[in-house]
């Protein structure tokens, strides 16, 4: 439960410390954590469908469309920058139902919206929501899991964001015929409501906030449940000596009269320490989005009817294209306590490069639509199976401890932004330039990413904090204190 479950410091064998029963527990933890990602990508899925039926009633203009969609993503910005605070203030499991409450008062208001602003009001609480709780759950779910199925755990989140995107699909066609585009919005309103019952009645707090919090006999309580009392002190000895070191540190960079570790976390984050953390971080947050996937899950059924196939069934175009994601997501949950984070990472971006290289050039000179059609699976199956996932594993694994929830904020929040950005140029950019050449550029992102990857990513399966820490600091030449072990 405490990160770095495992005895030996940097061991890969088998976790031994927790029994299946206890595996199992901590596997439903998870679940009910990740539905915070299930809202993230229902609440960003739903409105494609729900916005076809919106500006009808609302008689809204193109700008007005744009902005119901893209309000969202400012929401968000704000939500995963605000998140990092707020969780260490009051605590993992209380910062998810206090979100939980925010997706269902956003939910509500876009609901009963009698008008454009109404709705945008709606909407813009919703982006709250799920910019705090993209930023909260890695951490939350890095802060319960044993090292050795840590990296299946947190790819939860995205297998969660894929769930949710591909129900938001299903709903979208489910009520088309009606018409009710009230109803799609509506059904965010469930996994809400069970995500602050899990909060009130299920989850238990993280280990590692309760003991930096002070807390250490419900962190020793909550892990003896599930080891026994010998591994439990162990590991309660292990995560203090980690955080006493940390606070050492921060006094050493910040000088004795605030060294508490929550509050120093934003500066903290500038420290040479947690620089390369802070700059693996934001790229990679940066290159999920700018690799250009939202402009295939967003537009996808538009630029299908480019391609000159029929175009009456775009919806049912966009539930395909959510089952690949969705599919792959599932194939990458399997690899990632195997192959590892970096080479799945790789790959990723290497066939993403190509593929959408490939799309890009069936635009420009005009290929059939077959071929453009499997290009698009292709880069959507690369990206599902690498970047995707991996890159919310990364976040909940970089960070050291005292700043992780900070650190996740932080990178988060970029991601928003460059999501945001990436949506809003992509129409206007692809009328300048032409859509083939928009996605040659996405391909040139790929591949300068893939350099920066293979140079300064370094692998986090089965490490501790200290050792990640160690292995980011050799990569980029920082001298280190400590020797990593096998660092890569
Ligand atoms: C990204 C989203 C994207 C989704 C697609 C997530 O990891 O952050 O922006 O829509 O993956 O599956």
Redesign the pocket.
């Known amino acids: 439960m405490v990160q770095g479950f495992s005895r030996e410091p940097g061991t890969h064998g088998p976790l031994t410390e927790v029994a299946p029963e206890g595996r199992r527990k901590i596997t439903r933890w998870a679940a009910a954590i990740a539905l915070g990602g299930f809202l993230f990508g229902f609440d960003?899925g739903v409105v494609s469908g729900a916005l076809l039926y919106i500006k009808q009633d609302f008689d809204l203009n193109s700008f007005e469309q744009g902005s119901v969609v893209s309000i969202l993503l400012i929401g968000a910005v704000v939500g995963a920058t605000s998140a990092g605070r707020i969780s260490e203030k009051i605590g993992r499991r209380r910062a998810l139902g206090a979100i939980g409450v925010v997706f269902i008062i956003g939910t509500a208001i876009a609901c009963a919206a009698n008008g454009y602003l109404v709705l945008m009001a709606g909407r813009v609480i919703l982006g709250l929501a799920v910019g705090a709780a993209s930023a909260t759950v890695p951490v939350y779910l890095s802060e319960i899991s044993p090292t050795k199925i840590r990296g299946r755990l947190l790819t939860m989140n995205?297998l969660m964001?894929?769930i949710g995107?591909l129900v938001a699909y299903l709903v979208n066609l489910a009520f088309s015929s009606s018409e009710m585009w009230r109803a799609m919005f509506a059904v965010g309103a469930v996994p809400a409501a069970l995500m602050v019952a899990a909060s009130l009645w299920f989850l238990p707090e993280s280990p590692q906030w309760l003991i930096s919090h002070g807390q250490v006999d419900r962190a020793r309580r909550g892990i003896a449940a599930l080891t026994d009392e010998a591994t439990a002190d162990e590991l309660i000895a292990r995560a203090r000596h980690r955080i006493d070191a940390e606070r050492a540190k921060e006094r050493g960079d910040k000088g004795p009269r605030d060294s508490g570790a929550a509050d120093g976390g934003i500066r903290r984050l500038l420290t040479p320490d947690v620089r390369p953390a802070l700059v693996v971080g934001l790229t990679l947050a940066a290159v999920?989005?700018c690799g250009g996937?939202?402009t295939i899950?967003y537009y996808a059924p538009t630029i299908i009817q480019q391609t000159g196939l029929n175009a009456s069934n775009s919806i049912f175009y966009s539930v395909f294209i959510g089952a690949i994601?969705l599919l792959m997501t599932l194939v990458a949950i399997r690899l990632v306590d195997r192959a590892g984070r970096r080479i799945m990472v790789l790959v990723s971006l290497a066939l993403m490069a190509v593929s959408i290289f490939l799309l890009g050039l069936a635009f420009v000179v005009g290929m059939n639509s077959v071929l453009t059609l499997l290009f698009m699976v292709i880069y959507i199956a690369a990206y599902?199976g690498g970047l995707?996932p991996v890159?919310?594993t990364l976040l909940g694994e970089i960070f050291p401890p005292s700043v992780r929830a900070e650190g996740s904020s932080v990178a988060t929040a970029v991601?928003w932004v460059a999501?945001f950005a990436v949506s809003l140029a992509f129409l206007p950019l692809a009328a300048a330039i032409g859509q083939g050449e928009t996605f040659w550029i996405f391909a040139g992102i790929c591949v300068l990413a893939f350099f920066f990857v293979s140079r300064y990513l370094p692998e986090t399966r089965g490490r501790d904090p200290e050792q990640i820490e160690a292995a980011l600091a050799s990569r980029f030449g920082h001298p280190s204190g400590r020797q990593p072990t096998k660092a890569v």
């Open positions: 960003t995205q964001i894929t995107i999920q989005q996937i939202n899950i994601n599902a995707g890159f919310w991601n999501n």
